[in-house]
């Protein structure tokens, strides 16, 4: 039994808004009010909220790990030593799997997804985050270029290929162990791998002339079908394209009226100059996502300094090794996807970058719902998680942001609009962001609240003046009703939970198997067999499995 | 061989439905061996000019004219114009890989044959898909490297002396460390010293306290001062298995053996450690 007295909370599931309120944490989880004596924090004068729940990051898995290989210039300076309750590790952008659990538990989070897996390679990722403490994790499943589920598609008889649909995508994420549907640039990498060019909603993608659309529209009717606890995972076509609003409009247009999450809606919120430079469309952007409740978004949000870009749209990582110059790792994962890998920096003297970090912000400051938009840095893409807290002092102080924006290419502002929106967060709208609606998104009822019956996952901050270092620096960090994080310090170290969906009209995750013909083609073109695919329950020893439905 | 059956060579893709047929298979060796007689196109080079062999198909593949080099001139021991062919052949087809081992990575040049090797295979992607692969040489090689990077960062090479891990190969590699004798006692698994490391490495192992976790008795068993016998991986003990190009595997237990495994003696031990050092701290 742990008791939180006097603390000021935060809790805008249950419409607390800064109201002094004391807490009980028993078993893990909160419950209501109880005489019996205990542990006491006295947490007068602080601020209470929920567990950070992280929506999409990039921390663990075989193109992580790559990632970590191919740059040891991201490590050397960035390391901390073993401690009484820590393990050592090194990293900046690319943090080593245990610092990786220490530093967002250090920042008030305990629940993080990584945001993109091959099921082929999903056994690696659940290897990782058994070493990545501290957080309960997840993983989505990527099919937006898996040769099986194009194959499906072409079967002309509606109702027959929903059904198979369901079944396969089922299969996918009982076999890799997944929460979520996951969708990159649909078609585009498959297309790429044919040295074929770049694809819009109607390309038709070889072998099977399946076009982005056409995987779109079927992905987001089955994974309603299967009554997944979140909506569609999607990265659409044309990352990082100048221009690129006329697609990722259109694609929310062709999903309108589905439930459809997109990902780091930044890099996709692309104007485009009679001259072919960059200017923000983040005010359309944000005028469609205004409009339709059913959808919600991450930001993305671009944080000056180095990065390592990965992400499984392997085309868009080629042509970004060709316009920087800098080095460039790829995969390609058999009949799934691919992946690149390139490190890069982002400095506010370039004006493409600049414009960048604007419309990062303002898509943050003109999505009126909080509950529509989850803060990330699609990490470690446009930044590591870890500068959080200063985007955090971003939204809340305009006269903060207006110093920094003097600070960028003077031209920004012929481009952006960042400098015209005078919007400041509210410390319960930054709990929407960070905890809360990323809990409601992910359909976590367990998630982003204080009620009772919710994981024992809180924060106590000390109020500051400077959001950063509020932010940065919370005074406790609980989890599952532990004290995990003292004055900056890890006090403990132990595993968190990994949360798995189990698909509707699935009994159990074994449950899930492959028609006879598609289980043909596994045989014929896999490089291994069927029955070593799916990710044994070894590899998942502390598993929370979500039913849906 | 197995490799040019199941994967390389004869396998069936859904794009490659005539397998082997479907394919060009090039090999690139100092002497004919099974792999060289299976090719379509063996070019026999001679040792030690990998670098220049590389560096001249990048210079074709960029399209730069060779001043000097004449069609029969030889370059690595074979034919410019075999060269030519070779490059227009990497540009035109759909989808190529190259395979490369220590023929490459150990031969003169090292590092740079292999830094050299990726900038070509880079350069080719500006026409079509081209991939490399590193065939390494023992069991789980790659799996100890993946897991050594989620840990510390660095797949090899890793020092922990200063609390936190580095990384630098040819200071920190095994061969280094036993060569400045900084190592006062060794724990070794899942290789053989005496098989692999040069004679001078192997005398200093000698020389100071060696623990040993294997499962066959070789020639480190016979001076080892501790050998620990564990069951071999894969048969009496099982875990995941990272194959060359990152897919992991798992691999199942398949007959009960009456010694532990690597992981099981290593917890015994370091609990031990953790027995006797107890009081300092505990979390
Ligand atoms: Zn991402």
Redesign the pocket.
Known sequence: MLKIINGQVYDPKNGINGVSKDLYIDGGRFVQPVQEAGETIDAGGCIIMPGGVDI???IAGAKVNSARIMCPEDHYDHFRAAADCTRSGVGHTIPTTFLTGYEYAGLGYTTVFE??VPPLEARHAHEELEDTPLVDTGIYTLMGNNTMIMKALQEKDAAKRRETLRSLVSWLLASSKGYAIKV?NPGGVESWKWSAGTVDLDTPVQPFGISSRQILTALAETNEDLKLPHALHL?TNHLGDPGNVRTTLETMKTLTGHRVHF??LQFHSYGITPKGGLKSAAPEIAEFMNAHPEFTCDA?QIVFGPVTT??ADSPMQFHLHETTGNKWGSFDVEMETGSGIVPLRYRPSVLFNASQWCIGLELLLLIKNPWQIVLTT??P?AGPFTAYPQIIRLLMDADYRNSVIETLHPKVGHYTHLKDLKREYTLEEIAIITRSGPAKALGLSNKGHLGPGADGDLVIYQPHKDKEKMFASPVYVIKDGRIIVRDGIARQSFGGKRLVALPYGLKDLADGSLSQELAQDFADYYSISLRNFAVQYDYLPRMEVISCG | MRHLKRYSALAKGLYTPEGRKDRKVVVIDVRPSPTSKNADIFLQVTPGADFEIVHVLRLLIAGKRLEGLEEESLVGGVAFRQWQELAELMKACRYGVVMFGIGLTQSRGKDLNAEELNSLIIELNAFTRFYAVAMRGHGNVNGSNQVLAWQTGYPLAVNFQRGYPRFNPGEFSVVDMLRRKEADAALIIATDPSAHLPQSAVNYLKSIPTIYLEPHENATTTWANVVIPVAPAGIGAGGTFYRMDNIPLQLKKLVDFAVPSDLEALQGIKEEVLRLKRGEAAC
């Open positions: 999409h990051s990039h945001a993109a990159v990265h990902t780091h993305g990965m992400t699609d990490h893409n």
